[in-house]
């Protein structure tokens, strides 16, 4: 099975940054959508960020509450993706997920590999 490991996790005040990494056990990064998803107590998961790289074009997703902020990006070398985070709120605070899926889905059965989750709290 492939194995997906997130880190760099952990507090941060408002406005602060930090910088998420997912490494893969095998190279996945460069034949699959690439996601990262976040879920807070009470909510559902939802999709924060996607990247797929096809025929040379690298498409990226974001969603509404966090584009602008936040960047994708992926090192097929180092089979792994990261998340860049900057300016964040409070709101960002939830455990941070990373998939892969054969193609990029809103659907979260469509992602087949998931990591175990990296905390982020943000304080006011």
């Known amino acids: 099975e492939v194995q997906l490991a997130e880190s760099g996790g952990g507090s941060v005040q408002a406005g602060g940054s930090l910088r998420l990494s997912c490494a893969a056990s095998?190279?996945?990064?460069?034949?699959?959508?690439m996601g990262w998803f976040r879920q807070a107590p009470g909510k559902e998961r939802e999709g924060v960020a996607s990247?797929?790289?096809?025929?040379?074009?690298?498409?990226?997703y974001y969603a509404p509450s966090v584009k602008g902020r936040f960047t994708i990006s992926q090192d097929n070398a180092k089979n792994t993706v990261y998340l860049q985070m900057s300016s964040l709120q409070s709101a960002d605070t939830a455990m941070y997920y990373c998939?892969?899926?054969?193609?990029?889905?809103?659907?979260?059965?469509?992602?087949?590999?998931w990591g175990q989750g990296t905390q982020v709290t943000v304080s006011a």
């Open positions: 998939a892969a899926a054969p193609s990029c889905t809103l659907s979260i059965v469509g992602w087949l590999y």
């Open positions: 990247i797929y790289t096809g025929h040379s074009v690298t498409y990226t």
């Open positions: 095998r190279d996945i990064v460069s034949a699959n959508c």
